[in-house]
């Protein structure tokens, strides 16, 4: 069946430093790929999303990349700061229903 | 602020009651999602409305069934409550249902079952 899987669960980096979490998906057809954040008693935020004619994108310290051929994407944050910390859902559609399938979500933790 | 609104914040309720959970869409948006988060099976997708039509099913237990009315406000009824229910419960809208689309997240509803 469908599914994403998502790497590190959790994520402790330096205050300045980058960090990276990778989803893997497993439907060949979705065309479609958003990336959220959560913070505690929050719903989703939408920070970024990609398409599948498009194997990069970026807005000012976060990027994601897509490789269709490997069926994995990547979400990048640099220069991370205190208030990045929250936990991060990578998610896949396509065509059709539109529903996501989450993956399980990454901790991210941004040491001051 | 996504302008989904959800209400109640939160719910308690005891095992074997019935519950209605209240979404209203961004102005515009047509189609309403519901999500169930739980520590245990993360984000599941429950079930889509698209201009007061079911569009798409996802692992909605037969216990819990939805509508969405003219005015696009959707309810996500809950009942013959289990312990297991306990989880948040969010909604999300979008613009369309046909081609790529961004979901909007709701603030969620706590679900306590006790």
């Known amino acids: 069946g469908e599914n994403v899987e998502q790497h590190p669960s959790t994520l402790s980096v330096q205050e300045g430093d980058s960090a990276v979490i990778k989803c893997t998906y497993s439907?060949?057809?979705?065309?479609?790929f958003p990336w959220y954040k959560q913070e505690l008693g929050k719903g989703p935020q939408l920070i970024i999303d990609?398409?599948?004619?498009?194997g990069e994108k970026k807005d000012q310290r976060i990027a994601v990349t897509l490789n269709k051929t490997a069926k994995h994407f990547s979400l990048h944050i640099t220069e991370t700061q205190p208030e990045d910390s929250a936990v991060y859902f990578c998610a896949a559609s396509k065509g059709g229903t539109y529903k996501y399938i989450f993956g399980t979500g990454t901790r991210l933790k941004v040491l001051a | 602020d996504s302008g989904v609104t959800q209400t109640p914040k939160h719910l308690i309720t005891a095992t074997g009651q019935r519950v209605t959970l209240r979404c209203s869409p961004r102005?515009?948006?047509?189609?309403v999602y519901w999500y169930q988060q739980s520590l245990d099976q993360g984000l599941q997708f429950l079930i889509q409305?698209?201009?007061?039509?079911?569009?798409a099913k996802g692992n909605i237990l037969e216990r819990f069934s939805a509508q969405q009315f003219p005015d696009l406000h959707s309810e996500l009824n809950l009942s013959s409550l289990e312990l297991g229910d306990s989880a948040l419960y969010f909604c999300?809208?979008?613009?369309?249902?046909?081609?790529?689309?961004?979901?909007?997240f709701g603030p969620g509803t706590r679900l306590t079952v006790l």
């Open positions: 999300a809208s979008s613009p369309r249902s046909l081609g790529d689309n961004e979901q909007f």
């Open positions: 990609i398409r599948s004619n498009v």
């Open positions: 102005s515009g948006d047509l189609s």
């Open positions: 409305y698209y201009n007061g039509e079911e569009r």
């Open positions: 439907d060949s057809a979705s065309n479609y």
